[in-house]
């Protein structure tokens, strides 16, 4: 990756690159994925390889019919940090070609058919969970259930075999797959039950308080703060994100709290520190002033509090994100900083 | 070092953003400095290189005249070429033999330029001896009371801002007292690797400060506060030891890229945000960088002009670098080849830091009084450029708070309208979005090109903004004379109409006449007389029809009065060409028209052939002069009357003659009743009469002729009389 000589000033740069960049999101999610093995099994591992495989062919195969160097571009981990998003979103044991038709299409429709890294409007991992969310809904809804509940989380064998067959010999699937809490919480308020009552009735905070699910977006809020702390993403995406979502659920909780759930529930169930952290902070379809991505964050949030209160999904990130990917320009446009000597 | 910066710098060891809260400009950034490389050594002696290339031109501005030839013998300090013009109006500086020796040639040398230019420079080769002028400037050693005395001064010295810009310093000077009112220090010397101003305040703090009181002395400034980064602790003890007895505030800055930047300086040290239209001087603040002053000050105290300056050799390729007060034209070459190179020098030497520097095409190019590093890095391989990610790095660093990735991605997609809209021209091209962009693209590059690529769609703009106000005036001045035609037209009806009132009273009073009238009437008569008789020339045709030439004559009287100035001068405007022949050809066809249509009305047997007669003349150039001819020989008039301007009124009174004796056959008939009608009726009336009353006009004609005839001896003796002469 050695080319030409630098032609012109500066002849000097801080060595940051793509690649480093990408690098350093993904050690950022270590943590979680961790986290994920820990609680849930294997599962998020053995799709996490599948999804890997599927990237390396799919960036293989568009980057030479789109007549671009494979090497660098293969390399600059943006699939990597793409997939890694995606797996985080569909059940730990979703059978295998949903992971991989899922990552198959974002990076396909997301990133290549609009002309590679950096051109995509739209998130590429939420583009290939919205499609994933409207083609195969039930797959999508059928999540391991953590260990809170097995008992002992299947071993990667195990894993494996539910992924890659559908089943265990001799023992039952439903053992161990159930809804996620944000379904629980929806399946409850359709059945007449009480927020409060839903919350109270599962056994969902078990492991010093905190649910699994609880854990698994702790663990993405450290990797968050260590991107944060190092510069690798902006203050302004989770600030913004996780600031106007916990105000508007403090909001209608304090108005209704047997309809709506409380904010630690908000913030702690679902994709919440994932988008905050991991999916909105993508540079290429966020916005980029600083005001510019305060504004695109705060609608993030109040999208995704609206959808997973009143719309037809559980979990309203992939939608909310989309949407937003949408009013960048706009978003950029209105908010560009005063520049240095002029008056606004 | 106040509270709150301990408090950032312990901060900023664990978090090292905090950094950015120190100072008070946007973004910018931490680069390597590697200047202890040069810093650690002592200032070298001077080194006199084989030869000194000087150019003339060294700044902003025009190249300056050699005023010594070759083979010439010169001292150090020797006026070795003068400023070309008018220094006031074109910058131009002189420059000064850095040494003594022989100028050995004139010639043309590549310069230290980006894009390698050429230029004429005079290459002095040294004796050795290094001989000098004392006092070259002949200063006596009192400091200059006012700006325009420095000025004179700094102009003779030839000095320039060392800092990197190289505006001739006198011209940055204003030339009122007092307009300065906080003179500003430069000693941030923000960018990596260079150490020369860190050195010099070391070495000569008290140079600066004196020059620094000198200039503020003459331009009348209350304060002077000088800015040093604070990772110059040796620099800023010396220049505060110096100025410790003086009003010189010495300011520590945070060390942070590019503090040095002349607005970004100006902000840290007054809080004043230079707004993006006006220069420093404008808001009362002038800016001088250390090495500026320190020249100041030894060519106003010593009359020492502007020979030599403290450079940095430094750079990773070089094994020993150092600071030397190198003289003005020193290769770069001999520089670096003294601070010996871990390799052999065969990459592009920089002139200037890397972040704002440019690779000079030839590693023997000259020293200037700009030049204030040269830097030896090999070149490093690096990355491949990747499409942007739109990561805001770039954002985040800019000091003038751009949108570096907009503005690339409009130049990319070479939508430059856009890109100036996003103010690219208060890019200072300091370069930290480059050295932070994770996709390595070489943002400023792109800047660069926009900023030329917009001046040249302006300067084609303006040339099509030109061409067009040409069309423009050139439809605006058909229009006005169109315009003027009509007015004057209007005009002439207008004194007609006045004309014709005044005769009513007068035309049997006030038998004086004017040549001009005279014989404008008797041609027009003739002309007319001419028409009824079919056009037939006749030379006796004089008495033949003495009513319609007395008519005429006494219109032409009151209406040349009237109207001869005013007539006269519109037509002379168009009659530049002073042609009176054509102007006597127009007047008689015009007449002749005239006429036609009068006899027309009046149902003239010989209207038909006058009338075809006239077209063909009129229509075809061949023609014209037996039209010329006729008209001359019926009216008798000499070609003798050739001013144009006569010409012209003649013609004016000619018109108005003719229009004036029709006016008076109608306003005749109803003479009596209507007399002292206001003349705007009788613009009706007469746009009224026009079909309605040809017997009205025959009556008048009647009148008109009887009247004519009481008077018709002296009359008619006294045109002929005018017309003949
Ligand atoms: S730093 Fe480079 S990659 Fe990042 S936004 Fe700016 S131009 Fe794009
Ligand atoms: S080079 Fe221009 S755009 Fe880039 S950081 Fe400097 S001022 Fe901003």
Request: glycine share 6%.
């Amino acid at each position: 990756m050695s080319q030409s000589i630098l032609s012109s000033s500066p002849y000097t740069h801080n060595n940051q690159s793509v690649r480093k960049v990408m690098l350093q999101v993904q050690i950022a999610a270590l943590p979680a994925l961790i986290a994920h093995i820990y609680l849930f099994g294997f599962g998020i591992a053995i799709q996490w390889m599948l999804a890997v495989a599927t990237a390396l062919v799919v960036e293989y195969v568009m980057l030479k019919l789109r007549g671009r160097p494979v090497l660098p571009f293969i390399s600059d981990m943006s699939a990597l940090i793409t997939i890694t998003g995606l797996v985080f979103c569909i059940p730990p044991e979703a059978p295998w070609w949903v992971i991989v038709t899922g990552s198959a299409f974002a990076l396909t429709f997301g990133k290549h058919l609009y002309g590679g890294l950096g051109y995509n409007p739209f998130n590429p991992a939420m583009l290939g969970y919205a499609f994933l969310l409207i083609s195969f809904p039930v797959q999508m809804t059928q999540w391991a259930l953590p260990i809170e509940y097995t008992g002992e989380a299947l071993n990667l064998l195990q894993s494996a075999q539910v992924i890659f067959t559908g089943q265990i010999p001799g023992l039952s699937m439903d053992m161990y797959t159930g809804a996620t809490p944000l379904n629980e919480v929806r399946n409850g308020l359709s059945q007449g039950l009480s927020v409060q009552d839903t919350l109270n009735n599962s056994a969902l905070s078990s492991l010093w308080g905190l649910s699994s699910w609880g854990w698994i977006n702790v663990a993405f809020l450290l990797g968050g703060v260590w991107m944060i702390y190092s510069g690798v993403i902006s203050w302004q995406y989770p600030v913004g994100f996780l600031g106007s979502l916990a105000a508007i659920s403090l909001l209608f909780n304090q108005i209704d709290p047997a309809t709506y759930p409380p904010v630690d529930f908000v913030l702690l169930t679902g994709g919440t520190m994932l988008a905050a952290f991991f999916i909105i902070t993508d540079p290429v379809t966020a916005s980029t002033t600083p005001r510019g991505k305060l504004i695109y964050a705060c609608g993030i949030g109040i999208l995704v509090y609206v959808i997973r209160n009143w719309g037809a999904f559980p979990d309203g990130i992939a939608f909310a994100i989309l949407l937003m990917n949408i009013a960048v320009p706009l978003i950029d446009q209105y908010t560009q900083p005063r520049v240095f000597g002029h008056n606004r | 070092m106040n509270f709150f910066m301990l408090v950032v710098k312990q901060l900023s060891k664990i978090y090292p953003s905090a950094k950015r809260w120190a100072y008070r400009f946007h973004g910018g950034v931490f680069p390597r400095y590697n200047k202890s490389l040069s810093a650690s050594q002592p200032i070298r002696p001077q080194l006199i290189p084989e030869k000194l290339i000087l150019p003339l031109q060294q700044q902003v501005g025009l190249p300056a005249c050699p005023i010594v030839q070759v083979g010439d013998k010169v001292k150090k300090n020797q006026l070795l070429a003068k400023p070309s013009k008018d220094p006031q109006k074109a910058l131009s500086v002189p420059i000064h033999a850095p040494t003594s020796g022989t100028i050995i040639a004139i010639e043309e040398a590549t310069l230290a330029h980006p894009s390698g230019l050429e230029g004429v420079c005079i290459i002095l080769q040294p004796d050795g001896a290094n001989q000098a002028i004392e006092n070259a400037l002949e200063v006596d050693g009192s400091l200059p009371k006012t700006p325009v005395e420095l000025k004179s001064v700094l102009l003779k010295s030839g000095i320039v801002g060392m800092g990197g810009a190289g505006f001739p310093t006198y011209a940055k000077l204003p030339n009122e007292r007092g307009r300065i009112h906080t003179l500003l220090i430069n000693g941030a010397e923000c960018e990596p690797f260079i150490t020369c101003d860190d050195l010099l305040m070391q070495t000569q703090a008290e140079a600066i400060i004196k020059g620094a009181l000198l200039t503020a002395e003459a331009l009348g400034a209350e304060r002077i506060i000088c800015g040093i980064e604070t990772n110059k602790p040796a620099a800023i003890q010396a220049m505060k030891k110096a100025a410790a007895s003086t009003s010189v505030e010495i300011k520590e800055v945070a060390t942070v890229y590019p503090m040095g930047g002349q607005k970004q300086l100006t902000l840290e040290l007054t809080g004043i945000e230079t707004p993006h239209d006006s220069h420093a001087v404008d808001i009362g603040l002038l800016m001088m960088n250390v090495a500026t002053l320190t020249a100041i000050y030894r060519a106003v105290s010593l009359g020492d002009p502007l020979t030599s300056r403290l450079v940095t050799v430094s750079g990773l390729g070089l094994e020993k670098p150092f600071n030397m007060d190198v003289m003005i034209g020193t290769p770069f070459n001999s520089l670096a080849q003294a601070a010996k190179p871990k390799v052999k020098l065969d990459y592009p030497l920089v002139m200037g830091g890397p972040m704002m520097g440019f690779q000079v095409k030839s590693n023997e190019v000259p020293v200037l009084k700009t030049t204030n590093c040269v830097l030896a890095n090999p070149p490093e391989p690096v990355d491949m450029q990747m499409p942007c990610i739109r990561c805001g790095e770039c954002m985040d660093v800019c000091p003038v708070n751009l949108l570096p990735q907009q503005m690339y991605w409009y130049s990319q997609a070479h939508e430059f309208d856009k890109v100036e809209k996003l103010q690219v021209f208060d890019c200072i091209e300091c370069g930290c979005c480059s050295y932070v962009c994770p996709s390595h693209i070489p943002l400023v590059q792109y800047y660069r090109h926009a900023k030329s690529e917009i001046k040249a769609i302006h300067a084609e703009e303006k040339a099509v903004e030109l061409a067009k106000q040409r069309h423009e005036f050139k439809l605006a001045r058909i229009e006005r004379e169109k315009q003027e035609r009509e007015a004057r037209l209007k005009a002439k009806k207008e004194a007609v109409k006045q004309a014709a009132a005044k005769t009513e009273d007068s035309s049997e009073k006030t038998p004086a006449k004017k040549a001009a009238g005279a014989a404008a009437a008797a041609r027009a008569a003739a002309a007319k007389r001419a028409m009824q008789k079919g056009n037939k020339p006749s030379s006796g045709s004089d008495k033949a029809m003495p009513s319609a030439r007395l008519k005429a004559i006494e219109a032409a009287k009151k209406a040349a009065q009237n109207s001869e100035l005013e007539a006269g001068s519109t037509a002379s405007m168009k009659s530049s060409t002073g042609d009176a022949k054509s102007k006597a050809r127009q007047a008689a066809q015009k007449a002749a028209q005239k006429r036609a249509q009068k006899v027309k009305a009046q149902s003239e047997p010989a209207n038909k052939d006058a009338k075809t007669n006239l077209k063909s003349e009129s229509s075809s150039p061949t023609k014209e002069p037996s039209a010329e001819a006729i008209s001359l020989d019926l009216t008798q008039t000499s070609e003798a009357t050739t001013a144009s301007k006569k010409e012209a009124a003649r013609k004016a009174a000619m018109q108005a003659a003719r229009a004036a004796a029709k006016k008076r056959k109608v306003s005749s008939s109803d003479h009596q009743v209507s007399s002292d009608k206001p003349s705007g009726e009788r613009s009706d009336n007469q746009t009224h009469q026009q079909d309605e009353n040809s017997d009205k006009r025959q009556k008048a004609m009647e009148a008109a002729r009887k009247r004519a005839k009481q008077r018709q001896a002296e009359k008619n003796q006294a045109a002929d009389n005018q017309e003949n002469t």
